[in-house]
């Protein structure tokens, strides 16, 4: 049974979004989304967007930033996952690849994979090193690299005999 939301008033869904955007940040898809759980109608939900946004609880440049460097360093996601997350919550695409082009180092990357692999390779079951290759490959695709990235690292991690 889906738990009801109790309806909030805009002032009360502003207080709301004010205590919620100052414990982590948000973003306005984010935003959007509880507004609509809240019963808050569209034009009064854009209206405590735009005040949110103008007293900078809300800044979707600080959150794709944000969001990039944690998911990046915490959880070792590539750029296509993140790319991909960040437009699932509603970020523009221009704010998106400012991001990932200041953030991301691409050396670093490899050597963050390099050593997700060599954790992954205690946990994975393989009868062959084909095997093994292929699904660390599988492994590091799914994190969110490119396939180029995620071949060279293999390659270091589980060297052709």
Known sequence: MPTVTKQKTPAEALASLMRLCSRAEKSSGDAR??????????????????????????????????????????SGWGAHKIRAALAAKGIPRELIDNALRELI?????????EK?????????KAATPYELRTKLTRYALSL???????????EKTVPMS
């Open 33 to 74: 989304r509880l507004m609509r759980g809240w019963g808050v109608a569209p034009s009064d939900a854009e209206r405590v967007l735009a005040e949110l946004t103008a007293k900078r609880f809300i800044d979707d440049e600080r959150y794709a930033n944000a969001y990039t460097r944690g998911k990046m360093r915490a």
């Open 105 to 113: 180092d691409p050396d670093a990357q490899s050597v963050r994979l």
């Open 116 to 124: 997700q692999l060599e954790r992954k390779i205690a946990r994975v």
């Open 144 to 154: 969110g690299y490119d396939y180029e990235t995620a071949a060279e690292a293999v």
